[in-house]
């Protein structure tokens, strides 16, 4: 894919899918949904404050016949309803809307009306920045805090799936850390060393895991070369396996607000992929995101 046009373009050829929108009573929700359904991607059912939901529409222009509205106040109540529209199979994929991301996946995680599969839920965020050559994948932004090694295993495992399903057939795979060195006393670089073991020894499959790796030496040959790093991960990375939620959702934040990029964001590994954005994010990055999760639906 060499952007979201792309996917968009993709997607209308699979015919509109069921969307279940939780807590959509924000303008910039709906008008992505309002844009999704213009493109002809999405059937959306919308959960959460009618009367808000009504209003923004009408304020957005966003024609709502034939679009059903469930009224629920309260946002957990809301989160866990979209979510049994989706596990109930009224619904197709799940959407966050304005609602805390904690709020909603505890109710995607919820026993009874959730969407586990026995499979770790991830986040992957999808870029296309203007300083990079190719499509970037960054996880986990969102969902998991503090991964360990088995975690983080199952969080890449994820992301090449989600890779393979784009046409990325052997995704490159950089496990971020703050050097290039393992250091015993840092223990993402130990980690990454013993995710780069096991991808020898064929036991992550379907990729090339390299690092550690800085985030320079990740994403750019010049700085790979002059450390004097050889590797084919280097500087040309398809996958970026962040060390934990906090440097994963800075680097989304920080190439979302300060970068010319193009992004999307889901969650992997639910019965249902889950379009999952900052409440910040553009209408375009949901749009984006929406698209995305469409194809994997
Ligand atoms: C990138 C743009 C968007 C953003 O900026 S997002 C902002 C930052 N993100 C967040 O604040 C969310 C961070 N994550 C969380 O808050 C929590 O981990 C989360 C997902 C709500 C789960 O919290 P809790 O319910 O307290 O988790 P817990 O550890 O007590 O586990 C409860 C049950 O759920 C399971 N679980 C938790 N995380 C899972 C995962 N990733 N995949 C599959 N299952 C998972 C866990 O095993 C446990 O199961 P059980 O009840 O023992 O059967």
Same mark, same amino acid.
Not at 59 to 62: H, Q, V
Not at 252 to 259: E, N, P, R, V
Not at 290 to 295: G, K, T
């Given at each position: 894919m060499k952007d979201f046009n792309e996917v968009i373009e993709h997607v209308k050829s699979k015919g509109k899918k069921t969307l279940s929108v939780a807590a959509a009573n924000d303008k910039g929700v709906l008008m992505a949904v309002k844009a999704a359904v213009e493109k002809g991607i999405v059937k959306p059912i919308l959960v959460g404050r009618e009367d808000e939901i009504r209003k923004i529409s009408e !304020? /957005?222009? #966003?024609e709502l016949d034939g679009v059903e509205v469930i009224d629920v106040e309260d946002i957990k109540d809301a989160s866990l309803k979209a979510v049994e529209l989706v596990s109930s199979k009224k619904a197709d994929f799940l959407m966050k809307g304005m609602v805390d991301t904690? /709020? +909603?996946l505890k109710a995607v995680l919820d026993k009874e009306v959730g969407l586990r599969t026995g499979k770790t839920l991830s986040h992957v965020a999808v870029f296309f920045a203007e300083k990079y050559h190719k499509m970037l994948i960054i996880t986990d932004a969102a969902m998991n805090i503090a991964p360990d090694l088995d975690k983080k295993r !199952? $969080? *890449? !495992?994820?992301s090449v799936e989600f890779a393979h399903s784009l046409g990325i057939d052997n995704p490159k795979c950089a496990v971020v850390c703050a050097k290039e060195k393992v250091n015993p006393a840092m223990i993402h670089t130990v980690d990454a060393g013993e995710l780069v073991k096991l991808n020898e020894e064929g036991q992550i499959k379907g990729c090339i895991v390299g690092g550690p790796f800085a985030l320079d030496n990740a994403i750019s040959k010049e700085a790979a070369i002059h450390k004097g790093i050889d590797h084919e991960v280097a500087g040309d990375a398809d996958i970026l396996l962040m060390p934990n939620i906090e440097a994963g959702n800075i680097l989304?934040? &920080? *190439?979302? #607000?300060?970068?010319n990029s193009e992004s999307a964001g889901v969650i992997l590994g639910a019965a249902a992929p889950i379009v999952l954005t900052s409440r910040a994010d553009s209408e375009e990055a949901k749009l984006n995101s $929406? =698209? +995305? =999760? &469409? /194809?994997h639906s």
């Open positions: !304020e /957005i222009g #966003f904690s /709020i +909603l !199952e $969080i *890449l !495992e994820n989304y934040k &920080a *190439l979302s #607000f300060m970068s $929406i =698209a +995305l =999760a &469409a /194809i």
